[in-house]
């Protein structure tokens, strides 16, 4: 069936350091492809998305580009921020069922 | 625009006690409605999900329930709560096939 799979936990980073979080998905067909953030003690808000293969979904200095041949959709941001810490989740919506699947998070903290 | 609301926030119920957490969305016609359990380092898990109203898929087998009553109202109930139970429980809908999920800022529920 479909899933994600994500890097595991916990990445501490200092301000202005680089960000990668790695995500492969299992899907059949053509799958769409979004990063969550969720901010402690809220729910989970879009931070971007990818329809289609070589699609880049970019926000807030986030990048994440859809890769087909290698089944990615890696997390990535230039410099971060004390404001970034959150948990991040990668999730897949399957072509032909509609559901929403999550990897298990990972949990960011940016030290100033 | 469109909204979703979650309630009760915070819920403590002892062990064999009924449950009951409702979700409704707002704006929005036919939407796709998702129950969720985040439950500690385990990330996100699917629980159910309906596309119309009596329709409704249930992803693992589990002590929980839930009913879709009408258009924009998901319920997640049990009849009696076990321990392993206790989570953070969000709700989401969306509308399109290739668009996100819009979350509910999610229920935290103790069973003691």
């Known amino acids: 069936g479909d899933s994600v799979t994500q890097m595991e936990g916990p990445v501490t980073l200092s301000e202005e350091a680089f960000l990668t979080i790695n995500c492969t998905y299992t899907?059949?067909?053509?799958?769409?492809l979004f990063w969550y953030v969720q901010y402690p003690g809220e729910g989970l808000q879009l931070l971007l998305k990818?329809?289609?293969?070589?699609d880049k979904g970019s926000n807030k200095g986030f990048e994440a580009t859809y890769r087909k041949e290698t089944t990615s959709f890696h997390l990535e941001k230039g410099s971060v921020q004390v404001s970034d810490s959150a948990v991040y989740f990668c999730?897949?919506?399957?072509?032909?069922?509609?559901?929403?699947?999550f990897g298990r998070g990972t949990q960011l903290t940016v030290w100033p | 625009s469109q909204t979703i609301h979650q309630w009760p926030a915070t819920l403590v119920q002892p062990v064999g006690s009924p449950l009951s957490l409702e979700c409704t969305v707002e704006g929005t016609s036919n939407p796709n409605l998702y129950w969720y359990r985040q439950a500690a380092g385990r990330g996100l898990q699917l629980l159910f999900y309906s596309v119309g109203i009596g329709q409704i898929s249930s992803e693992v087998p589990q002590n929980l329930s839930a009913s879709r009553p009408q258009d924009r109202q998901f319920i997640l109930s049990s009849k009696k709560l076990l321990l392993s139970d206790s989570g953070f429980y969000l709700c989401a809908w969306s509308v399109e096939r290739d668009a996100e999920a819009f979350f509910g800022q999610g229920t935290r529920l103790t069973v003691v």
């Open positions: 999730a897949l919506r399957g072509s032909t069922l509609g559901r929403l699947y």
């Open positions: 899907a059949t067909g053509y799958p769409s």
């Open positions: 990818a329809t289609k293969a070589d």
